[in-house]
């Protein structure tokens, strides 16, 4: 198994106050993503990151930043909550973009009341 | 932008039926396409890829994929379904750093 591991697994909070959730890979893969999964709606992302220093918005970026200090690391920051940022997220890595395979951390579950 | 369609976000089969889960892309140019299947409560996992070379792709536990250009298509068929098949399962297709899902299919195998 790809070495993904996300944490917290599971998280209630308030809405307002600022959330982060982390990846942390073993794999030393170039390309780290985050998704958001919502019933109806599959997995849509919300960042990615293609090195160091180096990210981009998905399609569902409001509301949301992310940060990588180091190869193994991507944060990504709720500023302030809210109830429509109660999901599922997950992470992913991939050392080849386009025809690499997507490896999936086992999912970080957010509920913001 | 990419996308993928599936069609129909519930399937039943029986069990020993054969499976047919369907997945349409659009792509101006020739894409790389995937399957993935996701138990409950993980994380997905990959079950096969197109990336331009046999456009009959095999995959684990028994699933296979043919990709059809003059369709769009990439759908998913297993000849008969087994109870421990039942979960959802996403289209998805890649294009530059991103790679984009379809709202994906869950299977219900009865026994």
């Known amino acids: 198994d790809a070495g993904i591991t996300q944490s917290p697994r599971h998280k209630v909070t308030e809405t307002g106050t600022p959330v982060t959730l982390r990846c942390h890979q073993t794999?030393?893969?170039?390309?780290m993503y985050w998704y958001r999964q919502d019933p109806g709606h599959g997995l849509r992302l919300i960042h990615y990151s293609y090195g160091v220093k180096d990210t981009d918005k998905g399609e569902v970026s409001d509301g949301y930043s992310v940060s990588r200090s180091k190869t193994e690391d991507f944060l990504l920051t709720l500023e302030s909550a809210t109830s429509s940022q109660t999901s599922v997220y997950f992470c992913a890595i991939t050392d080849t973009s386009n025809t690499g395979e997507l490896f999936f951390g086992e999912g970080s579950r957010l509920t913001v009341l | 932008a990419q996308s993928v369609t599936q069609l129909g976000s519930h399937v039943s089969v029986s069990e020993g039926a054969l499976v047919l889960l369907r997945c349409n892309y659009s792509s101006s140019v020739p894409p790389y396409l995937f399957w993935y299947v996701q138990y409950p409560n993980q994380g997905l996992q990959l079950l096969l890829k197109?990336?331009?070379?046999?456009?009959l792709v095999k995959g684990i536990n028994g699933f296979e994929a043919e990709f059809k250009k003059s369709e769009t298509s990439f759908h998913l068929t297993k000849p008969s379904a087994h109870m421990s098949d039942a979960a959802e399962y996403f289209c998805a297709v890649s294009s530059g750093n991103q790679f984009y899902f379809g709202t994906g299919t869950s299977l219900t195998v009865i026994p």
């Open positions: 197109y990336t331009s070379a046999a456009t």
């Open positions: 794999e030393n893969h170039r390309y």
